[in-house]
Nanobody
Framework: QVQLEESGGGSVQAGGSLTLSCVVS????????MGWFRQAPGEEREGVAG???????AYADDVKGRFTISIDNAKNTLYLQMNSLKPEDTGMYYC??????????????????????WGQGAQVTVTS
């Protein structure tokens, strides 16, 4: 079955950087959309960044210029490089994947509903 496992979360001061990784196993389709979602306490899960199999990417407005999503297909690993972190970036970060979708689906309103495969999440805490 499809499994996703995140790693790389932690606690960092504002202005710092973290890189999240998500190893995917059991997904054999060449067409995919993968994304990172964030859920703060008491908030809904929202899309942060997405990448599709055609190489297109999409970002939420509040992370543009600070976060970079990438994928290493040889390692079946999705990454999220997070720079200039802010306290409002704090939350549980989940990776997700699904079949052919545009990368923009990740950051669309209720985009989370389009994804059926999820990891368990990695906590990111940014202190001021």
């Amino acid at each position: 079955q499809v499994q996703l496992e995140e790693s790389g979360g932690g606690s960092v001061q504002a202005g710092g950087s973290l890189t999240l990784s998500c190893v995917v196993s059991g997904y054999s389709h060449s067409d995919y959309c993968m994304g990172w979602f964030r859920q703060a306490p008491g908030e809904e899960r929202e899309g942060v960044a997405g990448i599709a199999s055609d190489g297109t990417t999409a970002y939420a407005d509040d992370v543009k210029g600070r976060f970079t999503i990438s994928i290493d297909n040889a390692k079946n690993t999705l990454y999220l490089q997070m720079n200039s972190l802010k306290p409002e970036d704090t939350g549980m970060y989940y990776c997700a994947t699904e079949g052919l979708r545009p990368a923009s689906m990740v950051v669309a309103v209720n985009g989370r509903n389009a994804f059926g495969y999820w990891g368990q999440g990695a906590q990111v805490t940014v202190t001021s």
